[in-house]
């Protein structure tokens, strides 16, 4: 279940195609789709969030966002406006792998910068402003800054405590479980002067995810790169300093079109992206913007997700692994980790397919949901079986072994 925030968006490509408006974006709303892609329709209300609704809402994003049939919790104050943000591009500009917040942004591009503004006030979301039910949620997705990260753990653990006092505790089972918190730390603080704090906040949270170049900035680098003994050592500085509160929580490093890199401790895993040239189901790369939020709403999702059907189909397929068994055991109380990853993985690449959100359909006997006329099981499906095969011919470049 997710708890995050709506931001309607206005794109100008300066001159080199027509701009659009009320594009769905924001942190929320591609986290949101990450999620709901796991999720699946039987599980649709397990994903929640909050949307704030100002006088101009566009009635064509609300028609949307009623299609995924999520826990939406809609506010209405029509003394205001709806959050909106401006995009400016170059002409020609290619839009670039991108982490975006419900507090401040800055978009990283592969090419030149890219322009970003609010229109409107934004609007914060604290942990006073979610309901009893949405303090209750096994997983939280955040993208802020080191202090108010750990600002909001602590308020939502607070509050937790303060129920289950209370006596309003779902069950004792639910009350002594500690939520998953999976962090992004907001592209603008990813500055040398925020080290420490970056730590600190790693230290409360169970994952921490910048991308890489996001991590390069932060550490002084130009980029981040798992080939290089600089970003070696940097992974192994970052869970020397911890990631959560036991220290077993997970680093994910985001690097766009190459995937992802996960660490623990003792583990470490290389995904490569959903879209690969040649691939069976390979289409056009049209805009990756929000890849990398709606990455981290699937993994959140898919970390308590263990038992349905995206896992039952990951696990049918590599169970014949032995590199992949072998490895599935050494993650621990973490095992659920790296299919949780495939399922990201697998959401991003439907983010990619157009601006802003993919689309979702039915099947013409109804029976099936599609998103951008694709089943998410299947296209789960088709990337563990490309897995299956690339893990066997070399585990090491997987499991990043020597």
């Known amino acids: 279940m997710l ?9 100008d490509f300066g001159g080199s195609r027509p701009g ?18 796991v999720s699946g329709a039987a599980h649709a209300r397990s994903v929640s969030w909050i949307v704030d609704v100002g006088s101009d809402f566009p009635p064509e994003a609300l028609a949307v966002i009623r299609s995924w049939d999520t826990d939406c919790v809609f506010r209405k104050d029509h003394s205001r406006l709806t959050t909106r943000a401006w995009n400016g591009y170059h002409p020609d500009e290619k839009r670039g792998w991108s982490t975006v917040s419900f507090d401040s942004r800055r978009t990283i591009a592969d090419k030149g910068d890219i322009d970003f503004k609010y229109l409107t006030p934004k609007l914060r979301l604290d942990p006073s402003m979610l309901s009893d039910t949405q303090v209750w949620s096994r997983t939280f997705h955040m993208v802020c800054s080191s202090s108010r990260c750990i600002s909001i753990v602590n308020g939502i653990l607070q509050r937790r405590d303060e129920l289950h006092q209370a006596g309003q505790a779902p069950s004792p089972e639910h009350a002594s479980t500690r939520p998953i918190f999976v962090w992004e730390p907001v592209p603008d603080l990813c500055t040398p002067e925020e080290q420490e704090n970056f730590f ?23 980029g981040w790169s798992q080939e290089s003994e600089d970003g070696q050592q940097l992974v192994q500085r970052i869970l020397a300093s911890g990631i959560g509160p036991n220290g077993d929580g997970c680093l994910v490093i985001r690097a766009g079109k190459e995937g992802s890199y996960a660490f623990l401790k003792a583990q470490k895993l290389w995904l490569p992206a959903y879209h690969q040239p040649g691939t069976s189901g390979a289409r056009t790369v049209v805009d990756p913007t929000g890849a990398g939020n709606s990455f981290l709403g699937a993994l959140a999702q898919g970390m308590v997700s263990a038992g349905r059907e995206p896992f039952i189909v990951i696990e049918s397929i590599l169970s014949t692994s032995e590199a992949w ?3 599935l055991e050494s993650w621990g109380l973490r095992s659920n980790l790296p299919m949780a990853l495939i399922c990201a993985t697998v959401a991003a690449g439907f983010v990619i397919e157009q601006i802003g959100v993919p689309h979702i359909s039915m099947s013409e006997n109804g029976g099936k949901e599609l998103w951008n006329q694709s089943e998410f099981t299947e296209r789960v499906r088709l990337y563990t079986q490309r897995l299956f095969r690339t893990l066997d011919e070399s585990p090491q470049r997987h499991l990043l072994t020597n």
């Open 3 to 11: 708890t995050v925030h709506f931001r309607a968006d206005d794109i």
């Open 20 to 37: 659009v408006k009320n594009i769905l974006g924001g942190a929320a709303s591609f986290a949101v789709i990450g999620a709901r892609l």
């Open 200 to 222: 600190a906040a790693s230290r409360v949270v169970d994952v921490v995810s910048p991308n890489h170049q996001e991590l390069g900035m932060m550490f002084g680098q130009p």
């Open 325 to 327: 068994r072998e490895s």
